[in-house]
């Protein structure tokens, strides 16, 4: 699975960008059925469950994800990365790599709790 897709020469069409081939993409929105949207997914990731969901998708021709980011899963403080929520999109990305889907990541969304939405509105106030 190499190369980016891009919109093909014909302007209508998408294309992978390194082999020219025409990608038609057939994707879903991902989070676990059993531990609902982000944050969800990423507090109780499991990547067998994952492993499972994305063969499923597979199967039924799935070759696109989008997945949503949720900005203290990966960042719980203005100057803090979390090595923990790395390691997750680490091994989502391998997982969708196993089974030729792309992703889309989405986000980050604020939906984690007020701490979060309170260090944006922070960091924008300490700009002016």
């Known amino acids: 699975m190499n190369g980016f897709i891009g919109i093909d020469n014909d302007n209508w069409r998408f294309a992978n960008t390194s082999t020219g081939e025409i990608f038609i993409p057939y994707g879903t929105n991902y989070f676990d059925p059993q531990t609902g949207w982000a944050p969800k ?3 109780m990731f499991d990547a067998s469950r994952v492993n ?3 063969s499923m998708m597979s199967d ?5 994800a989008r997945v949503f980011l949720t900005a203290a899963s990966f960042q719980p403080d203005i100057d803090k990365i979390s ?15 196993r089974f030729n889907i792309r992703l889309i990541l989405t986000g ?21």
């Open 108 to 128: 980050p969304d604020h939906w984690e709790d007020s701490l979060a939405i309170g260090i944006l509105i922070n960091m924008l106030v300490n700009q002016r």
């Open 83 to 97: 090595n923990e929520g790395l390691d997750k999109l680490d091994a989502l990305i391998e997982i969708a790599k």
């Open 52 to 54: 499972q969901h994305f």
């Open 60 to 64: 039924i021709g799935v070759n696109v």
């Open 41 to 43: 997914l990423w507090k």
